[in-house]
């Protein structure tokens, strides 16, 4: 299976780990998954840092890699797609992350509500 996280979910598996079902951390622990964080995750993680809205000193993108997890970039046609979705949810890197696992037709780990009004898959 291969699962995107939302931004929230790799920050808890940093820090938070607790926060996490059991059932969900089977998912991210188990090796035949593929565990994703998207390049959009860290943009956000950045610009709330920058801006005060978050307090994260780790090395995010490092962390990545020592995680098991892999990386994944946003694309033009990930960018595309942008426009094609409803506006259920109005947050832009929220909107960013349902496009990448829309598209790839990969699973997304959230806790989001709002998410649930697109066409992606949902753990």
Request: aromatic share 8%; net charge negative.
């Amino acid at each position: 299976m291969k699962i995107l996280l939302d931004t929230h979910y790799y920050l808890w598996s940093l820090a938070s780990p607790e926060r996490i079902s059991e059932e969900q951390r089977r998912l991210l622990e188990s090796g035949a998954n593929t565990i994703y964080v998207s390049a959009v995750s860290i943009a956000e993680i950045a610009i709330k840092t920058s801006i005060g809205k978050l307090d994260v000193r780790a090395d995010v993108v490092g962390a990545i890699e020592r995680s098991g997890f892999e990386r994944m970039d946003f694309t033009c046609e990930d960018g595309a797609l942008l426009g094609e979705l409803p506006m259920h949810h109005r947050d832009p890197f929220d909107r960013m992350l349902i496009a990448q696992a829309t598209r790839r037709r990969h699973f997304i780990m959230t806790d989001d509500e709002k998410f649930g009004g697109y066409d992606c898959r949902l753990i």
